[in-house]
């Protein structure tokens, strides 16, 4: 008579059967070389110490008109910073606010000529400072930027009505665009500083290039950027031709502070300059 204790083992068998397993077998390892890796496993535990903690730095939005931390705003706010424009490679404003709750961009396929869209909401229904200055246009591009993302230090996205704080137009919301500043290219305790940036694409043949050239004195500072973009229509996955995705930008920006009272953040003169010439 046969044990019982064999059933499971004929159950497996026919499951086995029906779907084929292949079983491997490896040699068994002696005993003292187990030990010892059981014992590099104990001897080096993952530790870290007490004060380990890595605190980030807070987020402050100026786009309200007041100063605040992101995570303290009532209103909902979008922040993308210098760090990540270049990690993206941001060549138009898409790239800038790609992965932004609720803020798209439309306008057609030429990248110079893109009008934000807040929750559905865009020409004429979404304001657009760029360094507190509100671009107004007479004729279509409403709103829209044609600055290379290159010459942006931050861009603040607020969604939701801000006409109260930035006058009419602001329904669908209000867009901030923050140009470099001397201190994004020279490092504590550098007083000349610049770079060099270069790059090509083989689809529609495009060209970027750019210089920035920043200093810094006693009580004045200054930055001097210039960029240029030029591409033809690039080609779609099936080899076709996009009609008017070309286009020909050069952006120029020139900035300066004078510190009349030095050490006080409210006596200072600071002027800039910007210019933007597109070309289909």
């Known amino acids: 008579m046969k044990s019982s204790s064999r059933r499971p083992y004929g159950l497996a068998k026919a499951v086995a059967a029906l779907h084929p397993v292949r079983v491997v077998r490896t040699p068994q390892l002696p005993g003292f070389a187990a030990v010892l890796i059981l014992g590099i496993g104990v001897g080096f535990p993952l530790t870290l110490p007490a004060d380990a903690a890595y605190r980030l730095a807070p987020i402050v939005v100026t786009i309200g008109r007041i100063a605040e931390v992101e995570d303290q705003t009532v209103a909902p706010v979008g922040v993308v910073e210098r760090r990540e424009i270049e990690r ?137 950027a210039v960029s240029l973009r030029d591409h033809s229509d690039f080609r779609d996955g099936e080899g076709e031709r996009v009609a008017f995705t070309g286009s020909d930008v050069v952006s120029g920006l020139l900035k300066g502070r004078w510190d009349i009272d030095q050490g006080h953040p409210w006596r200072s003169l600071g002027v800039g300059w910007r210019l933007a010439v597109a070309r289909p």
Do not use: C, K
């Open 88 to 224: 993206r490679q941001a060549q138009d404003l898409d790239a800038v606010l790609l992965g932004m709750p609720g803020v798209t961009t439309a306008g057609g396929p030429r990248q110079a000529a893109l009008d934000p869209n807040i929750r559905g909401l865009g020409e004429g229904r979404v304001v657009v400072r760029i360094d507190g200055a509100r671009q107004n246009l007479n004729i279509r591009h409403r709103g829209q930027t044609f600055i290379d993302p290159a010459l942006f230090e931050r861009v603040e996205v607020l969604r939701g009505p801000g006409s109260s704080l930035h006058g009419s137009g602001a329904i669908g919301g209000v867009m901030s665009l923050r140009t470099l500043e001397p201190s994004s290219v020279l490092e504590p305790g550098q007083d000349l500083g610049g770079r060099v940036v270069a790059g090509y694409q083989d689809n529609g043949r495009r060209v970027s290039g750019g210089l920035t050239l920043a200093g810094r004195g006693a009580a004045t500072e200054w930055l001097g």
